[in-house]
């Protein structure tokens, strides 16, 4: 079966453009997550979505960044006004269920680079 | 304070020689910490979760064990495929379903 999926896998964009990166999560996975991971560090949390509503958003860093899930499915997660400091590694993961066992699987990542 | 830290940073092995990564944790309601590999460039692949004190879990080369402040990733006679950041993860009562990682144990195994 498939893995979650990202595109696009690298994004060069310019200081104050937007743009939207997608995630494609595992067939039957009703938990998305979106993490951001920036060079030697691990990733941090973003939002993430049960079903098609944000059941936690906290670590979304400012107003530029929204994440929609509108089909329960696929997610793109949408980054105004982008800034050098946006630059860092998207990761989308997902997961079965909200049970204990819940582990979530992620995705190979989208790298942001703002010039 | 970070509710995370692994160590140490950076690990440097010969193949066949046993070693030992530590994650710490400093948050209250443990529901669960989670064990993942990272190859560059790549996105985390899981390997394990532990749940209470005292659980092991194993596969392959490597074991997980996990106390009430701790988990250890045991390598048992590391190959060079090995080689991977190995990244550790906690999820609490209160914190939602949101992982909080550490920074990464990177492994070298030398042939």
């Known amino acids: 079966g498939a893995g979650v999926s990202q595109t696009p896998s690298n994004k060069v964009t310019e200081k104050g453009k937007y743009v939207e990166l997608r995630c494609d999560p595992i067939?039957?996975?009703?938990?998305l997550y979106w993490y951001r991971q920036s060079l030697g560090q691990g990733p941090e949390f973003l939002i993430y979505?049960?079903?098609?509503?944000?059941?936690?958003d906290s670590g979304l860093p400012n107003d530029r960044f929204f994440a929609v899930r509108p089909e329960g499915s696929v997610s793109t997660l949408k980054i105004q006004r982008t800034e050098r400091g946006d630059s860092a590694v998207y990761l989308c993961?997902?997961?079965?269920?909200?049970?204990?066992?819940?582990?979530?699987?992620f995705g190979p990542g989208t790298r942001l680079t703002v010039l | 304070e970070d509710q995370v830290t692994q160590s140490p940073e950076a690990l440097r092995l010969q193949e066949g020689e046993s070693s030992s990564l530590n994650c710490s944790y400093t948050v209250s309601g443990l529901r669960g910490l989670f064990w993942y590999r990272q190859d560059p460039g790549k996105g985390p692949e899981f390997l394990f979760t532990l749940y209470s004190a005292g659980e092991e879990k194993e596969k392959e080369r490597l074991k997980a064990t996990l106390t009430k402040k701790e988990s250890f990733l045991h390598i048992t006679a590391p190959k060079p495929e090995d080689s991977a950041t190995y990244l550790c993860a906690v999820k609490w009562e209160g914190g939602s379903e949101k992982l909080v990682f550490g920074k990464g144990t990177k492994l070298t195994v030398n042939p």
């Open positions: 993961a997902s997961s079965l269920t909200q049970a204990r066992y819940n582990e979530q699987f």
């Open positions: 067939s039957g996975h009703t938990a």
């Open positions: 979505f049960q079903g098609t509503g944000a059941a936690d």
